[in-house]
């Protein structure tokens, strides 16, 4: 199957809170190193991630699915041609790669995420 969940992320007003949970509940690690982004192992490789919630969005905690896509601007632009939104247009992520969000037709919101190859 093509395009597989690749990654997910949580999105909270209180990171600190968020991490003391999920450590306690499924002893979950936790890598520091990262700016404004705390990544999480559920085993040898990196699940996911936790952030700050913007407070301006309005929105509650939440997890966001990230779905590996492998052309980032063709699979948003497909995807608002289905009935998509965009939430968040194609944004380069540092190292990464690049982002878009949307929110499908049923207002379920998740990532794209194409991968940079090295």
């Avoid at 969940?5 to 979950?28: M, N, P, S």
């Avoid at 699979?75 to 965009?86: D, M, P, R, W």
């Avoid at 929110?103 to 998740?110: C, K, N, Q, R």
């Amino acid at each position: 199957m093509g395009n597989p969940f690749w990654h997910i992320e949580f999105r909270t007003k209180d990171v600190a809170k968020a991490k003391k949970f999920y450590e306690g509940l499924f002893e979950w690690e936790f890598d520091e190193n990262h700016k404004d982004y705390t990544i999480f192992r559920t085993g040898e490789e990196v699940s996911g991630g936790i952030m700050e919630n913007p407070a301006s969005s309005g929105m509650p905690s939440h997890w966001v699915p990230v779905i590996e896509v492998e052309d980032i601007h063709a699979s948003t632009q497909k995807a608002v041609q289905l009935g998509a939104k965009i939430s968040q247009d194609v944004t380069e992520e540092g190292e990464w790669g690049w982002t878009s969000t949307i929110i499908d037709p049923t207002g379920a919101m998740i990532h794209l995420f194409q991968q940079r190859r090295k």
